[in-house]
T-cell receptor, first 115, second 114 residues
Framework: EAGVAQSPRYKIIEKRQSVAFWCNPI?????LYWYQQILGQGPKLLIQ????????DSQLPKDRFSAERLKGVDSTLKIQPAKLEDSAVYLC?????????????FGSGTRLTVV | AQSVTQPDIHITVSEGASLELRCNYS??????LFWYVQSPGQGLQLLLK??????LVQGIKGFEAEFKRSQSSFNLRKPSVHWSDAAEYFC????????????FGKGTRLSVIA
């Protein structure tokens, strides 16, 4: 089966600019996650979707970050305006069921550099 | 809430030597436990997972991990390390019920020397 697809792989922007990342999960996977991984740290959850509804966005900086999952398939994560501290790898993952502990399949990530 | 501690930030081992990466978790009920590996510029690949049953679990690439409830630990081991094992390793804990997402440790970077 095809894996989790993410694009772009790399993005460099200036602070205060906006940027968007795209994720296409594995077909049939109901649950989708966006994680932020800052250099030297483990992934930190930003938002979790179940189909097209938000389950957990408690750690999403909502003043600048937004995410949507229209039709319960693809998802986009947007940052506007970006700050230097947003430099990180943004990982998308998906699972088949609703139970988050079932083990995830991760995409290769988008590496964002804010200058 | 769950949490994971990986005490070792960086470990260096010689090729052919044995390896043990430490992981301690905090969770109020029976956890789901995972080890992931991340090579530079890549996403996370699942090495192995523990849900229930036998506390010694086997994974891919010759890795194994042992769940010790009394020590709240889930250490990763490999009897003989290969140069290609150099990577970042992450331990993660998930809830055994409900819809709680995985929580990751900060990772341990493994270097392999000749």
């Amino acid at each position: 089966e095809a894996g989790v697809a993410q694009s772009p792989r790399y993005k460099i922007i200036e602070k205060r600019q906006s940027v968007a990342f795209w994720c296409n999960p594995i077909s049939g996977h109901a649950t989708l996650y966006w994680y932020q991984q800052i250099l030297g740290q483990g992934p930190k959850l930003l938002i979790q979707f179940q189909n097209n509804g938000v389950v957990d966005d408690s750690q999403l900086p909502k003043d600048r970050f937004s995410a949507e999952r229209l039709k319960g398939v693809d998802s986009t994560l947007k940052i506007q305006p970006a700050k230097l501290e947003d430099s990180a790898v943004y990982l998308c993952a998906s699972t088949k069921g609703a139970q988050g502990g079932a083990g995830y399949t991760f995409g290769s990530g988008t590496r964002l550099t804010v200058v | 809430a769950q949490s994971v501690t990986q005490p070792d930030i960086h470990i260096t081992v010689s090729e052919g030597a044995s390896l043990e990466l430490r992981c301690n978790y905090s969770y109020g009920a029976t956890p789901y436990l995972f080890w992931y590996v991340q090579s530079p510029g890549q996403g996370l690949q699942l090495l192995l997972k523990y849900f229930s049953g036998d506390t010694l679990v086997q994974g891919i690439k010759g890795f194994e991990a042992e769940f010790k409830r009394s020590q709240s630990s889930f250490n990763l081991r490999k009897p003989s390390v290969h140069w290609s094992d150099a990577a970042e390793y992450f331990c993660a804990v998930g809830a055994s019920s409900g819809n709680t997402p995985l929580v990751f440790g900060k990772g341990t970077r493994l270097s392999v020397i000749a």
